[in-house]
């Protein structure tokens, strides 16, 4: 899950590889009615039941509102969806959530389709754009949205800082230490001139976050980052020994 452009199919592709040259049965599911093109084959592929582009044509919508019809027929598959899954029992199954996040992630049929869908053992990844995350302002925003996508649904979750390979890996480091460190992060926010007293309250909730705040560098490009996030996959899935 995350903002459009943030890198969530490519990540997608590039993890599943990853996974299944790690031995792994993957399932993919597309779950955004309106792409027009993505970088791997779905397994299972919503735009097969359900397809904003055919919606917006017969029912003359905007591209908003063929969006957000298309979510709420979704909701009317899900059993045919969980039938789909069911046939392939993968060991890992990821879900590629649509790119307009605030229609999949604030409205209710996102909700109702994450409860129907996720398995006992599930988990978000939240992809953060590195571009976004070159400042401790663009960064703390970022954190902010993923915070109100954990609230939202209520699964355990973690960050990614995708696209990791576009930045410095100096500048890199000091967005992991950013959220490492929060005074770093508080004396960061102030040379931006923002207002201190939100600055410290912001903080303060992104300290509640716990560990699962700290980004995780990862390039879906060159693969760098893919090793820690599976150990983490499988530390959080399987309750393995806790990933260094």
Do not use: C
């Amino acid at each position: 899950m995350g903002t459009a452009g943030s890198g969530k199919s490519t990540l997608t592709s590039s993890l599943s590889q990853y996974l299944e040259d790690q031995g792994s049965e993957v399932a993919i599911l597309n779950l955004d009615p309106a792409a027009e093109y993505l970088p791997y084959t779905p397994d299972i592929d919503i735009r097969d039941q359900v397809n904003a582009r055919q919606l917006m044509r017969k029912y003359k919508l905007g591209p908003n509102a063929s969006m957000i019809a298309a979510m709420d027929l979704v909701i009317t598959r899900v059993d045919e969806i969980r039938e789909q899954i069911s046939a392939f029992e993968p060991d890992y199954l990821i879900i590629d959530t649509p790119g307009q996040m605030e229609i999949f992630a604030f409205r209710g049929s996102g909700s109702l389709l994450v409860n129907r869908l996720s398995a006992e053992k599930s988990l978000v990844l939240f992809t953060i754009d590195s571009n976004q995350a070159r400042t401790p302002s663009g960064l703390v925003s970022n954190l902010l949205l993923s915070l109100s996508a954990q609230y939202r649904f209520q699964k355990t979750q973690y960050n990614i800082l995708n696209k990791s390979d576009l930045l410095d890996p100096d500048l890199v480091d000091d967005v992991v230490s950013w959220v490492e460190n929060p005074q770093q992060l508080e004396l960061s926010l102030q040379s931006e001139g923002l207002e201190a007293e939100l600055n410290m309250r912001i903080i303060q909730i992104i300290e509640a976050m716990g560990s699962t705040s700290i980004p995780i560098p990862v390039s879906s490009m060159t693969r760098s980052g893919l090793d820690r996030l599976h150990a983490i996959l499988e530390q959080a899935l399987t309750g393995g020994e806790k990933p260094q």
